[in-house]
């Protein structure tokens, strides 16, 4: 099945620097790759998705890009600010023949201090 | 996205007695799941909960401990049975298949905060 690694496990940052988590996914057939924001106490959140039949993806502050050959994506936030400090998930998922489960990476906790 | 709700928020339960979670969406999905989430640790799929028939368990979640109903397109629960100290962890329900986007777009409950004494 499928198995998802995520780096780093933490990450510390300045105020206005960036910051990327790189994934890593084992299955080929997966497809889809979203992304969770989760503030101490709060539900997953959505915060950006990709899927395999683009590279990069863009929303404001935060990018996700895609490498299939190399079978890994990351998160990109720049300009980073206090509030995005959270743990960050990443997720593969196949699709397209019938669900298929979302399998999470391990989570990476990231501080931005002011 | 769909509003979801979930009842209880938190509860703390005595060893050996059963939990039911529920899991309500304002609007009708194609898919809910259930997870767990231990202190510190990453989400871990427990099952799908199919509607009108049985739910689809994960290695290692079998239906004794976890049975799960879902008897329509906007309700599900979860039951924690016989529990242990072990079973306390944040239990979510999330849902695909929302009005917009595609089935594979999941999206989180808040969460129940199981504490097992």
């Known amino acids: 099945g499928e198995n998802v690694e995520q780096h780093p496990s933490t990450l510390s940052v300045q105020e206005g620097d960036s910051a990327v988590i790189k994934c890593t996914y084992s299955?080929?057939?997966?497809?889809?790759f979203p992304w969770y924001k989760q503030e101490l106490g709060k539900r997953p959140q959505l915060i950006i998705d990709i899927r395999s039949n683009v590279g990069e993806k863009k929303d404001q502050r935060i990018a996700v890009t895609l490498n299939k050959t190399a079978k890994h994506f990351s998160l990109h936030i720049t300009e980073t600010q206090p509030e995005d400090s959270a743990v960050y998930f990443c997720a593969a998922q196949k699709g397209n023949t019938g669900f298929q489960k979302l399998v999470f990476g391990t989570g990476t906790r990231l501080l931005v201090s002011p | 996205s769909a509003v979801i709700s979930q009842k209880p928020s938190r509860d703390i339960c005595q060893r050996g007695t059963s939990l039911t979670i529920q899991c309500q969406v304002d609007?009708?999905?194609?898919?809910m799941f259930w997870y767990r989430q231990q202190p510190g640790q990453s989400l871990t799929l427990i099952a799908t909960?199919?509607?009108?028939?049985?739910?689809?368990?994960e290695s290692g979640f079998v239906i004794d401990k976890f049975p799960i109903s879902r008897p329509n397109l906007t309700f599900s629960t979860l039951t924690v049975s016989n529990m242990s100290p072990e079973d306390s962890s944040i239990y979510l329900c999330?849902?695909?298949?929302?009005?917009?986007?595609?089935?594979?777009?999941?999206?989180f409950g808040p969460g129940t905060r199981l504490t097992v004494l």
């Open positions: 609007s009708q999905v194609t898919m």
């Open positions: 299955d080929s057939a997966s497809n889809y």
């Open positions: 909960a199919n509607q009108g028939s049985e739910a689809t368990y």
């Open positions: 999330s849902v695909g298949g929302t009005s917009g986007r595609g089935t594979d777009t999941q999206y």
